[in-house]
């Protein structure tokens, strides 16, 4: 593993984004708007599924904006993510508080797409095939936030 750190910490594209400030910044404000877009997605998805938020509107209708906007979330931290850990890529890896972030961030992220994808299903009798096509449809959503 250590190996492979360091050879990602050691490549072109981890040196670039380490030496250069501008594309750090550009990247770390990536990033952060990706945890943004997360955060808010859930926070949104969230309410509309206990009923808080708009309660005369059905389930999806008010939460699907909020799982598509946790996949744009997604779609812009990873990479990001990514790009930004490899200029201290073994120092970071071996950070207690990083593993344990990114070990439950990440993971609880996804399962919430899944989750609520297949919960709004069930609660709005579609049929189970319109179910296993929830991340085409996810993924072709951003545009509808705009």
Known sequence: MDAALTWYQGSVLASAVGNSPTITAMLSALHALGFTFIMGGALFANLGKLGVLF????????????????????????????????????NTAHNPTFQLMKRTSIPLAVKRLSTFS??????????????????????AGPTLLI
């Open 55 to 90: 309660p005369s509107r059905p389930v999806q209708e008010v939460a699907g904006p909020g799982s598509r906007l946790i996949a744009l979330g997604l779609v812009l931290s990873l990479p990001t993510g990514l790009l930004l850990f490899g200029p201290r890529a073994l």
């Open 118 to 139: 297949t919960t709004n299903c069930a609660c709005s009798n579609q049929s189970t095939q319109h179910c296993s096509t929830w991340l085409r449809e996810l993924l």
